[in-house]
């Protein structure tokens, strides 16, 4: 297929036609996607607000169904397909493979993610997004669900197909740029995924059906939580991906050690997915051997990856800017961040929450002994929208910031309005998800419309604490849907209304990286090699946090059968 | 890439940018570790009576 290529004047980077089309195209569905989350959200989280109590049960489940699906498939999903296309074509300066396919891809999610939707709100399939077997949903439910995974599939092929377009046209010398290897390592984690998906939901499609019987209820957990934890490992490489992104073009920051970096990729290929078995620890079918395996051994591997990942992130941005002069003390290079700047301080807090919260949370409730403290608790949303919406979710939002001007060609409205979105969403998501994880402490269920049981015949007193932190997460719950809201708005009226900007230069042929431009931090190869005393200290607060928290944890379970 | 089939390239660079070989293990090892691993397990739980 013919095609042409832009370089936008400001950034550098150049956007193949095809390619520059399908990624609007995915970016725009994913916002659409979040405002129906986020519309979700508003009645899951004024239904667990004990003052408010908004929804009746059955529509809260129907709704929680909701949220669970638009929230993390179809607004992550369609985003991490912008994301790949962007970090093959747009990185890689090249044509994307196969366009043809990517429409297929586009449109399998589109209608895959409609029907889904359809089914959930007729109201037949409260079943939540992880659908346990024997809980039925109609067919329609998973047969959208297969069309998107399906989509997805295609778009992991269109990346891959691409990667050997960039190095049969030697559009690249040496490797794959860090952040396009990021994106590889959430590719090959979404194959997996996708593959393990199919294997369960098709024979639940054809139960449903009536073609199967029965499906043994062990098993489709265990093949399920392939899907649903693996799918979290997309989200986890591709926001790491767009950490390195970020930094690279607002400072020119480069990685530390190119090899570190690509190290830890590698042992989140190896080691991330098989943490899936965190998920059913409190299982009875599983034996101790395959539990401990795959949730100490090996998930270790991968949360030292993340902990490199932790480390060189904030080490690259010091080494920037201890570059730039800022070498006073232990901090200058911190306090003289661009905090002003909506990109880098969204990605800034994604990678402060998800390493402090959803990091220490997530290994805390992946260790066998104390996961039966919070095993089903609300401290289990707590943790993961810590990972999923401080880190992933925010991540995406800031690198938003930049693609508007480049990719969409708008100037974003209200400059002011859009340095504070990332404050003020990332921090009130930061204490919902804390909030969340005490209630969750204190024993409040997860999914449950009614922690009072009232009527029931023997009561339970809550203790105070336990109601103010359900008052505390309402509160805070709908401050973070508000900063979302704000996000979308902005978005989107940039999109309409924004000043235009121009588009820069069209080719027929790709064109070389400009010197000294953002594409040409974007797509750098090397280390720098500069001493980072300011992010070893933080990375030790980060360790001595953790082991506090964990030990205090321990205690806690002593406690439970009164040993102490 | 083209130009690493050099010997003087390290083995793990070669390895990292070997992209398909990534793909077949990303894809296997858990498929064997987890999966299969997991559906032996099950099978060898004893049936209630
Ligand atoms: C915008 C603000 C948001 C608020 C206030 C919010 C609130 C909540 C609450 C309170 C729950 C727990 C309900 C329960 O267990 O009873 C929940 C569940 C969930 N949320 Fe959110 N959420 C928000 C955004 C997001 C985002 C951005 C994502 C994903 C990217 C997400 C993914 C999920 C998932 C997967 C569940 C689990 C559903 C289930 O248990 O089936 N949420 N949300
Ligand atoms: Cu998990």
Redesign the interface.
């Known amino acids: 297929m013919a095609t042409t290529y832009r370089t936008c004047p400001a950034s550098g980077l150049q956007f193949e036609a095809h390619a520059e089309k399908l990624m609007k195209w995915n970016a725009v569905a994913a916002v659409l996607w979040l405002l129906v989350g986020g519309i979700t959200a508003i009645g899951v989280i004024m239904t667990r607000w004990p003052a408010f109590k908004l929804l009746p049960p059955d529509q809260f489940y129907t709704i929680l169904t909701a949220h669970g699906v638009d929230m993390l498939l179809c607004w992550i999903i369609f985003f991490e397909m912008a994301v790949l296309y962007f970090a093959s074509s747009v990185l890689l300066r090249c044509r994307l493979a196969t366009p043809k396919w990517g429409w297929v891809q586009f449109w399998l999610m589109v209608v895959g993610s409609v029907m889904t939707n359809v089914a959930i709100f007729q109201g037949e399939s409260s079943v939540m997004f992880t659908s346990y077997v024997p809980m039925m949903a109609a067919p329609h439910f998973y047969l959208g669900l297969i069309l998107f995974a399906v989509g997805a599939l295609i778009g992991c092929f269109v990346f891959?197909g691409t990667?050997v377009v960039a190095?049969k046209d030697?559009t690249?010398?040496?490797?794959?740029p860090m952040v396009t290897?990021g994106a590889?390592?959430a590719?090959?984690?979404a194959?997996?995924t996708i593959?393990?998906g199919a294997?369960i939901l098709l024979p639940t499609l054809a139960w449903s059906l009536g073609l199967i019987k029965e499906i043994?209820a062990?098993?489709y957990r265990?093949?399920w939580w392939?899907l649903g934890h693996?799918s979290q490992q997309i989200n986890v490489s591709a926001h790491v991906a767009i950490w390195y992104l970020i930094p690279a073009v607002v400072i020119g920051a480069k990685p530390l050690s190119e090899?570190v970096s690509?190290?830890a990729f590698?042992m989140y290929?190896?080691f991330l997915?098989?943490a899936?078995?965190h998920h059913l620890l409190s299982d009875?079918?599983?034996?101790a051997e395959?539990k401990v395996?795959?949730t100490s051994y090996?998930m270790y591997f991968a949360v030292m990856a993340s902990m490199i990942h932790g480390f060189t992130v904030p080490g690259a941005i010091e080494a920037a800017q201890r570059r730039k002069g800022f070498t006073n003390g232990l901090f200058e290079w911190l306090r003289k961040a661009p905090w002003g700047n909506p990109a880098f301080a969204g990605m800034f807090i994604s990678l402060v929450s998800f390493g402090f919260l959803g990091g220490i949370s997530g290994v805390v409730l992946g260790t066998e002994q104390i996961n039966m403290l919070m095993h089903n608790t609300f401290y289990v949303p707590g943790h993961f929208h810590t990972t999923v919406v401080t880190g992933t979710t925010l991540a995406f939002m800031a690198v938003t910031y930049l693609l508007v001007p480049t990719l969409f060609k708008r100037e974003m409205i209200h400059p002011k309005l859009c340095q504070i979105q990332p404050y003020l969403f990332g921090i009130a998501m930061s204490i919902t998800g804390l909030v969340m994880m005490g209630a969750g402490t204190l024993g409040v269920s997860r999914r449950h419309w009614d922690m009072a049981f009232s009527g029931a015949p023997f009561q339970y007193e809550w203790p105070g604490a336990a109601m103010l932190m359900m008052g505390m997460t309402g509160f805070f719950g709908m401050v973070t849907i508000v900063g979302g809201a704000l996000w979308i708005y902005l978005v989107v009226g940039s999109l309409l209304w924004g000043k235009k900007l121009e588009g820069g230069a069209v080719s027929d042929k790709p064109t070389p990286i400009p010197a000294a431009t953002p594409a040409a931090s974007a797509s750098h190869h090397g280390s720098d090699h500069v001493g980072v005393p300011g992010t070893v200290v933080l990375v030790m607060a980060l360790l001595v946090s953790f082991v506090l928290y964990y030990f205090v944890n321990w205690k806690y379970l002593s406690e439970v059968w009164l040993l102490s | 890439m083209a130009d690493n089939d050099n010997d003087d390239v390290p083995f793990m660079q070669k390895l990292l940018d070997n992209h398909f070989l990534l793909v077949v293990i990303g894809v296997v090892s858990p498929t064997v570790l987890y999966t299969l691993w997991g559906i032996v397990d099950i099978m060898n739980t004893p049936l209630a009576k």
């Open positions: 891959l990667l190095k030697k690249y010398t040496g490797s794959i290897f590889l390592t590719c090959i984690i194959i997996f593959l393990t294997g043994d062990q098993l265990m093949v392939g693996s090899k690509r190290g590698l290929i190896l997915q098989l899936s078995a009875p079918g599983m034996s395959w395996l795959n090996f």
